[in-house]
């Protein structure tokens, strides 16, 4: 099993990117549903004004070469688009367990 953390930072307002957040939290926790190697995905909006990231989320494929699929994927490719405009970073670490 892999697990895939990803967080991101996002720039705006903090209206629009709490807007922006909800709409990508939405469409991310669609993914399980559309992507046949995603096991399960969890998504988290930071309530905490003291820390930087907007979002972090933790998704669960069967083999690391499962990442490269599921971030291909045409649903992800979509949810990913949502915060295009406003990312101002990501971290990421994939990691087998």
């Given at each position: ?13 903090d209206?629009?990117?709490?807007e922006?957040?909800?709409?990508f939290k ?23 004004p ?14 690391m ?9 045409p649903a ?6 949502i915060i ?11 990691y087998?367990c």
């Amino acid at each position: 099993m892999t697990k895939h953390i990803v967080m991101f930072k996002l720039q705006g307002s903090d209206e629009t990117r709490r807007e922006t957040a909800l709409r990508f939290k939405a469409a991310l926790e669609a993914l399980p549903s559309q992507i046949d190697v995603l096991q399960s995905i969890e998504v988290g909006l930071n309530e905490n004004p003291a820390e930087d990231w907007d979002i972090v989320l933790t998704a669960v494929v069967p083999t690391m070469a499962d990442v490269a699929t599921y971030a291909k994927h045409p649903a992800h490719v979509a949810a990913a688009a949502i915060i295009g405009d406003v990312k101002q970073a990501r971290a990421c670490v994939d990691y087998n367990c």
